[in-house]
């Protein structure tokens, strides 16, 4: 390793979510999701800037309650800490009986022994400690005015408890002595069989989607996930926030190609990832999407914000590439970059829109980048379908999504650079 290579701190990176100060209550679900997304790691608008990116308008949904999986005893497909993980369903009605919506939550990886045995009593490594009822907004939404295309699909959201994006396995377990559970696939074996059984063998319609660390799920399943189905069904998969770039920070380093390189190496992962991909190279650069996306054969659609504040603070301008912290207004609030930091952001853009050239041409692909400073937008109302969510050529992401899933029309929306979308909601994290 070069001199200037300073390999993180292991499981001691993305620690930036200290940083954070009371929210008002009516985002506090999006936050606490974000917060526990970033806490893994650590252990691990208009022209305005929005502080509150969810309004009250239609937020209230049906109570879904979790349903264990039925057979995960059996199949010992169990969470990091060995509870059997799970899922929230509405069944679909009407002309949607047939069809199908998967949702896998985000939430971060784990890379060490520590920071998964700390995850493991969390919600995002433990089903002891998920809430037993949630409510279904965007595209789990049950409203038609919110979710114009999906809402009388069967919707089911998949929770996430296994720390590598259902891609571990077990025999990478029990390592320095430490009982930790790495099931990420049996989980999902275990879960796709169960949906089988129960409806979605007879599909004629299914969408597979996720966000995050769901969304990074979603592309490594995606093929696989339309050899389950049946085969005149009509199957797509959607990534959103998903498409993590393998970028050296700002100091030169690459912080996040070590950390996925420690993810895949101590939960097994690399049985998991694309084979044409792991041939050719280093398994764990196949944990990236932009090495194993042209392998896919499912049509895809990526929703990503060109400005991820996610990737932002935690891929380009992580804690220890700035010491001197003459980052830190920026990385809490866009808004507050000057000139010089714009032009770093400018630089990660153009990274990320050179990498999915080749996606692009792609006549089956679909894509939403728009210029936010925010992260996941599919699962909340206001930016997935509502009057005021972000727009790209007067579509929402949900009306996109749309088009490019029935086959409607071409959806291939790339924003202009920031701060020309008046649309956006650029998230604030320095407001208390």
């Known amino acids: 390793m070069p001199a200037n290579q300073h390999r993180p701190p292991r499981g001691g990176i993305f620690s930036w979510w200290r940083q954070w100060s009371n929210r008002e209550s009516t985002i506090a679900a999006v936050i606490l999701a974000v917060l526990l997304l970033t806490f893994t790691l650590s252990i691990i608008s208009d022209s305005r800037t929005n502080t509150n990116p969810i309004s009250n308008t239609d937020t209230v949904s049906e109570w879904v309650p979790f349903t264990p999986l039925s057979k995960a005893q059996q199949n ?46 969390t919600a995002l490594g433990s089903s002891k400690y998920m ?27 998949i929770r996430y408890c296994d720390g590598a994006s259902f891609s571990g396995h077990p025999e990478s377990e029990f390592k320095n002595g430490t009982k930790l559970f790495f099931r990420g696939q049996l989980i999902w074996n275990t879960l796709m069989d169960e949906l089988l059984t129960i409806g979605m063998s007879t599909a004629k319609q299914a ?51 070590f950390f996925y390189r420690d993810v895949v190496h101590l939960q097994g992962v690399s049985r998991s990832l694309n084979k044409e991909c792991v041939a050719r190279s280093e398994p764990s650069k196949c944990f990236f999407p932009q090495e194993f996306i042209k392998s896919i054969k499912t049509p895809v659609f990526l929703v990503n914000p060109a400005y ?122 320095g407001q208390g």
């Open 131 to 157: 809430d037993h009822q949630v409510q279904f907004s965007g595209l789990l939404s049950c409203n038609p005015l919110q979710n114009p295309d999906f809402f009388n699909w069967n919707r089911v959201k």
């Open 207 to 257: 969408l597979l989607t996720g966000c995050s660390a769901g969304g990074l799920a979603t592309l490594i399943h995606c093929d696989d996930f339309r050899e389950i189905m049946p085969k005149d069904a009509n199957v797509k998969c959607l990534a959103d926030a998903g498409f993590f770039l393998n970028e050296k920070d700002i100091a030169g380093n690459h912080t996040i190609e």
């Open 308 to 429: 991820d504040f996610w990737q932002i603070r935690n891929i380009l301008v992580p804690d220890a590439s700035d010491p001197n912290e003459s980052w830190r207004r920026c990385r809490l609030n866009i808004y507050n970059c000057n000139p010089k930091l714009l032009e770093v952001l400018q630089g990660f853009r153009n990274a990320l829109l050179k990498t999915l050239i080749e996606f692009q041409q792609n006549e089956e692909a679909g894509m939403f980048i728009n210029s936010c400073f925010v992260h996941c937008q599919t699962w909340i109302a206001e930016t997935w379908h509502s009057p005021s969510s972000p727009r790209i050529n007067n579509k929402t992401i949900a009306e996109s999504v749309g088009d490019w899933y029935f086959n409607r029309k071409t959806a291939k929306h790339i924003d202009c650079p920031f701060p020309c979308n008046p649309t956006c909601y650029n998230l604030d994290f």
């Open 76 to 121: 010992a497909a169990f969470c990091l800490d060995g509870s059997v993980p799970g899922y929230h369903m509405q069944r679909g009605f009407g002309s949607g009986s047939d069809s199908w919506l998967l949702h896998i939550e985000g939430g971060g990886w784990c890379n060490t022994i520590s920071s998964c045995s700390s995850r493991k009593r």
